[in-house]
């Protein structure tokens, strides 16, 4: 039987500019799985994304992460994707003149063998099929990469590449943040089609809209650094009715 | 088998050249008097950019080749071009100083479109000539000038006729082989009333150890009602110092559009100006450049409006890596006078290294109070942000790098309204990111 996708954090440390945060943030994501890892603002979620996907400006003091035995860190941001990763931006970049449909497949022969590219006809199936289940109309095709794309139109865009580059870790950094409730909808829809046992899912978030969509197996909690409670759906069901001020009660107490 | 011997840059010098091209008198004493001027100034002394390196003592200023009867006796790269051309182009490949080899539809024949060498015209369309030569761009202007006007000795003379559209582009390509021998073509253009043409030049060298100089003129002149576009490519091997000058007095209601793009030399020092005295003319300028190694280019752009009612638009992009250098000046000279004058610039400069260098010169001079204007000019390196983003999907850093800065000259490239121009340039321009 094929092994399935599993990363595995191990105590990991990050600084930027020399302040730390994240304190110590261990986790274990296997195919098949969707964790949610919440937290209020300044607690270091973004930090997680960056660090993993190997943003220069976030630097890794301690810890270890491993992607289906590989060590990460090690590794340069391009070679992360290669190796699997996949990071969906909270605020994507736009990059004039460079049209998506182009990007896209530059993208998809990055992980393919000089002379096994992608034909120009299975690429075009493959986008149309993609984007019609994204409800995202033709013309963004030939639009230039994220330029003038509304907040939720790029997120959209996120989970397209994500459906094109078939990741094995795929890390959301608060995909719900400006998106409507349909917006939502369309964006789970996307993500929930892609799941299965070669896929893990770190959903990123601060708030637990999404999550009645995506329907997390893990929620995690991360506060000032570190992760301080985890546990099953109820977790984000009884975050969203107490507030993250419970949570820091309940850990001062511990 | 004869031996060509080359001649040297002196007063006996620019007799012989003369002589050997079998010119009218008129010709020899434009020659000797523009020599004069040369010896009696100084090089021009331009801000940013030294010409210390330049070396006219001794000169050679010609050697005489042998025209070029087929195809396969051009060099490589333009074997390929010649490959590439269907029926309806038309295509003149001229190699040093020698007569060009040319494959020109018959459209050009029929609508008496004239695409001379430069040298035969001076004899065999000599009144056209006469007329017009000499008239836009002075000979004592600069030294450099002045040494194009006694060294001349290649180039090409267009004439389209009153009315006359002119639908696939004129090639010209020029190709220096010669080691260390001088290029001094001259470019002039004829547009009668209404005439509308598209001109593509395309101008290379294979360079050896020896430095080459090149001072090239290119004369538009456009009568009322004409438009001409000009492309002009620039691919000369590392030791060139190249010195281009294109000016264009606009009469009423005609149109230039410049399209320069930079890409080879040691040094080369490209200027490119619009007089618009005509009202309702219209001039554009849409520039590229890519320095790389210790590339040196000067690039400048004048749109001087003097009549109501024109209009003018730069737009010019480059990039830079290793130690390339370049120093940009716009300038946009509304005249007193010049109502209703609508006159803008923009140029970007990536720089993709830390010692490459980019001065950009923008300036506005307004004299009028009804008009429009506006300039910028920026500087920068690739926005990291973007590289991330690009690499974090899996493509290494120099495709990354590669995506983008084609991204970057999109908007000039999109502008670019000569099909086979808009392809070269962004070959060129690949090809750059790749080596």
């Known amino acids: 039987m094929a092994q399935g996708t599993y990363l595995k954090v191990e105590d990991l440390h990050v600084e930027i500019e020399g302040k730390e945060i994240l304190k110590g943030v261990s986790l274990e994501i296997k195919g098949g799985e969707v964790h949610a890892l919440m937290g209020p603002n300044g607690s270091g979620k973004s930090t997680l994304a960056y660090a993993l996907a190997g943003h220069p400006r976030y630097e890794v003091t301690r810890g270890r992460v491993l992607l289906n035995g590989e060590d990460l860190l090690d590794m340069e941001v391009d070679e992360r994707a290669r190796a699997g990763l996949f990071l969906a931006f909270q605020y994507p970049a736009e990059i004039t003149g460079v049209p998506m449909a182009n990007f896209l497949r530059t993208a998809i022969n990055a992980r393919r063998e000089k002379g096994n590219e992608i034909s120009l006809a299975e690429f075009g199936r493959k986008l149309r099929e993609q984007m019609k289940k994204l409800q995202m109309s033709e013309d963004f095709a030939s639009r230039y990469l994220n330029e003038g794309f509304s907040g939720g139109e790029k997120k959209r865009s996120e989970i397209l590449q994500m459906a094109l580059l078939e990741p094995k870790i795929a890390v959301l950094d608060e995909t719900d943040s400006g998106l409507d409730i349909d917006g939502l909808r369309i964006v789970s829809e996307g993500v929930n089609a892609l799941r299965g046992p070669d896929l893990g899912v770190l959903c990123i978030t601060h708030y637990y809209r999404i999550l009645q969509y995506l329907k997390p197996d893990f929620v995690h909690v991360l506060l000032d650094g570190r992760i301080v409670r985890s546990g099953g759906k109820e977790l984000a069901v009884e975050l969203e009715e107490k507030g993250y001020d419970w949570i820091r009660q309940e850990v001062g107490n511990a | ?435």
């Open chain 2, 1 to 435: 088998m004869s031996v060509t011997t080359g001649i040297s840059l002196s007063e006996n010098g620019v007799v012989e050249l003369s002589e050997r091209l079998g010119e009218p008198g008129w010709m020899r004493e434009r020659r000797l008097a523009a020599f004069k001027a040369y010896q009696s100034m100084k090089l021009p002394r331009w801000d940013r950019t030294d010409l210390a390196g330049l070396s006219l003592d001794p000169l050679t200023i010609y050697q005489g080749s042998k025209a070029v009867a087929s195809p396969e006796e051009l060099p490589g790269p333009l074997r390929a071009l010649v490959d590439e051309h269907g029926e309806g182009s038309h295509l003149f490949v001229q190699v040093d100083s020698g007569r060009s080899w040319r494959r020109a539809g018959e459209e050009l024949a029929r609508q008496g479109v004239i695409v001379a060498d430069f040298p035969t015209a001076v004899r065999d369309h000599e009144d056209l000539v006469r007329k017009y030569f000499g008239m836009t761009v002075a000979f004592d202007e600069d030294k450099l000038i002045a040494l194009h006007y006694a060294a001349v000795s290649s180039g090409f003379f267009i004439y389209v006729p009153k009315n006359t559209a002119v639908s696939a582009p004129i090639e010209l390509r020029l190709f220096a082989s010669a080691e260390g021998v001088g290029v001094f073509p001259h470019i002039l253009v004829v547009a009668e009333e209404g005439a509308e043409v598209t001109i593509v030049e395309g101008v290379a060298s294979e360079d050896g150890e020896a430095q080459r100089v090149v001072s090239e003129v290119v004369e538009i002149c456009p009568l009322p009602g004409a438009q001409v576009r000009y492309g002009a490519i620039q691919t000369w091997g590392r030791r060139t110092y190249n010195f281009t000058t294109r000016r264009s007095f606009l009469a009423r209601d005609s149109k230039v559009e410049w399209i320069p793009g930079e890409f080879g030399g040691a040094l080369s020092r490209s200027h490119s100006k619009s007089i618009l005295s005509g009202s309702g003319s219209e001039s554009y300028c849409l520039g590229v450049f890519f320095g790389e190694g210790e590339q040196h280019f000067d690039m400048g752009i004048t749109m001087l409006h003097e009549g109501e009612h024109t209009a003018s638009d730069m737009l010019t992009k480059g990039v830079l890596k290793d130690k390339g250098r370049m120093v940009y000046r716009g300038l946009t000279d509304i005249e007193h006078g010049a109502r209703f004058a609508s006159g803008f610039q923009r140029e970007n400069t990536m720089l993709l290294s830390e010692e490459a260098r980019s001065d950009a010169i923008p300036g506005l001079e307004i004299d009028e109070t009804e008009v429009q204007a506006g300039h910028a000019a920026t500087v920068g390196q690739i926005d990291r942000n973007h590289l991330f983003y690009l690499m974090s999907r899996g493509l290494p850093r120099a495709e990354a790098m590669r995506l983008i800065v084609e991204g970057f000259f999109d908007p000039v490239l999109a502008r670019v309204p000569v099909e086979g121009v808009r392809a070269e340039l962004y070959a060129l321009i690949d090809g750059r990111m790749r080596s």
